[in-house]
Nanobody, 125 residues
Framework: QVQLVESGGGLVQAGGSLRLSCAGL????????IAWFRQAPGKEREFVAV????????IYADSLKDRFAISRDNAKNAVDLQMNSLELEDTAVYYC??????????????????WGQGTQITVSS
């Protein structure tokens, strides 16, 4: 399994931007579906976005697609999540995950086999 390490979290004011990175260790991330999920305190884990393996496209949560962008940096063996116009409701721990599932299952966190440790995003007013 691939090992994943997230970075880029922190404290940001509402309306600001952050860029998260998910680095892969041991395996090439281009061979995996790489997704971002988030979990806010007291809430269930929520799908954010996925970039599909081997040149596949991207899929976003409907409520986030206008503000968030997922992309690959194959030279760094990483997948980034650019987050713009951040809102208080974006406060959560963000996780990246790797999997090889079919398209119909890319929003399902149970289908991912590797997870990072998570990085905290706190949006302040």
């Amino acid at each position: 399994q691939v090992q994943l390490v997230e970075s880029g979290g922190g404290l940001v004011q509402a309306g600001g931007s952050l860029r998260l990175s998910c680095a892969g260790l041991g395996r090439a991330l281009r061979n995996y579906n790489i997704a971002w999920f988030r979990q806010a305190p007291g809430k269930e884990r929520e799908f954010v976005a996925v970039i599909r393996r081997n040149g596949g496209g991207t899929i976003y949560a409907d409520s986030l697609k206008d503000r968030f962008a997922i992309s690959r940096d194959n030279a760094k063996n990483a997948v980034d999540l650019q987050m713009n116009s951040l809102e208080l409701e974006d406060t959560a721990v963000y996780y990246c995950a790797a999997g090889s599932q079919v398209l119909s299952a890319v929003r399902d966190g149970r289908m991912y086999t590797s997870w990072g440790q998570g990085t905290q995003i706190t949006v302040s007013s």
